[in-house]
């Protein structure tokens, strides 16, 4: 019967157009101000028709419960209000958002690692994460944000206090009726416990694809073949699309081998080498059916100074990789003219 059921899901997403209704979307990074249709215009010419909008709450260290969010210290576009002001801005130029919560340790500490050191503060830390929560589920309902994601990249924090996400999961629910996704990093979604309570397998996808300074395609192409698999197999378990919460590259040599790299090391810059790399995640995903889109990480609201070619981090902006990722979607635009 559940093989039945399978086919029947997996027919349904064959006929219903997925190959050209994707989620071509972008990461749209808070600042300290309003953004203005200026900002927004350069998104509309990258052919995106979503974007992932991330007002932040903040902890000190990775044993502190203490979560402060929608302060008047923090950026404006990391603040409700400047999230309010975002998704307004994006919906007015027909771009769809998934507002996208997320929390910023101290020195850019790995939230995965966040561990309480007693009951008490795994009690506390679950209180302010539900206040976090569930204040942005509130935004996402009266703005009718498209998609909601409940969190990212908290592995130890899930695996320790699965009871909690569940009834998170639910208290959401009550508050916003859009689809639900969760942001996994990549080396943590196959151990999620809640996908089945989800819309979306939401993956963080930093895999490590090649140990070359500048793969080939085909080093590329087989390095995501054991990858693919296992994403294709959890697709089909849960019967849920694959969604990339986030993917994308840095513009340095070896930009494969760890593409979770935040550091500020000096690697050259090799914007060749970002292209390549996203022009195959292209290659090897938009076009299966079990898989709904991504969001590339990350797009800055002031295009004109962002990236750039002497620029060895994230954003595509001003380097070869956004012309890949405009060309794309643009092409899927066609595809789906109505999306």
Not at 100 to 106: G, S
Not at 205 to 222: D, G, I, N, V, W
Request: contains cysteine.
């Amino acid at each position: 019967m559940k093989q039945f059921a399978f086919l029947l899901w997996f027919a349904l997403l064959s006929c219903s157009g997925q190959k050209g209704d994707k989620i071509n979307g972008i990461s749209f990074v808070g600042s300290r101000e309003e953004v203005l249709q200026a900002h927004v215009n350069p998104v509309l010419d990258i052919h995106a028709n979503y974007a992932a909008v991330m007002p932040f709450g903040f902890i000190r260290d990775l044993q502190s419960p203490e979560l402060v969010f929608d302060t008047e210290r923090q950026w404006y576009g990391e603040t409700k209000q400047g999230a309010k002001q975002y998704i307004g801005m994006l919906h007015k130029n027909g771009i769809k958002v998934m507002l996208k919560p997320q929390i910023w340790i101290w020195r850019g500490a790995f939230t995965g690692d966040m561990v309480m050191q007693s009951e008490t503060d795994w009690k506390a830390l679950e209180s302010a994460y539900a206040k976090f929560i569930l204040a942005y589920a509130e935004l996402a309902q009266e703005t009718q944000c498209d998609m909601y994601c409940i969190g990212t990249e908290l592995e130890e924090f899930v695996k320790n206090r699965p009871q909690f996400w569940q009834d998170l999961i639910i208290q959401v629910k009550h508050i916003y009726k859009g689809k639900l996704t969760y942001a996994a990093n990549w080396d943590e979604y196959t151990r999620t416990p809640f996908w089945d309570q989800l819309d979306f397998i939401g993956v963080d996808a930093y895999f490590p694809l090649s140990e070359h300074r500048e793969p080939s395609q085909e080093q590329l192409r087989s390095g995501w073949q054991p990858w693919k698999k296992q994403l294709k197999a959890l697709s089909e378990k849960f019967e849920k699309p694959i969604l990339f919460t986030e993917f994308g590259y840095r513009s340095m040599d070896y930009t494969g081998k760890k593409p979770w790299l935040v550091d500020r090391n000096q690697m050259e810059v090799n914007l060749e080498a970002q292209a390549e790399a996203t022009q195959m995640i292209f290659d090897e995903f938009w076009d299966e059916d079990w898989f709904a889109g991504g969001f590339v990480w990350k797009w800055f609201i002031h295009h004109d100074r962002a990236g750039g070619h002497a620029d060895n981090r994230f954003t595509p902006q001003n380097k070869p990789a956004e012309s890949v990722i405009r060309k794309h979607y643009a092409r899927i635009k066609k595809l789906n003219p109505q999306g």
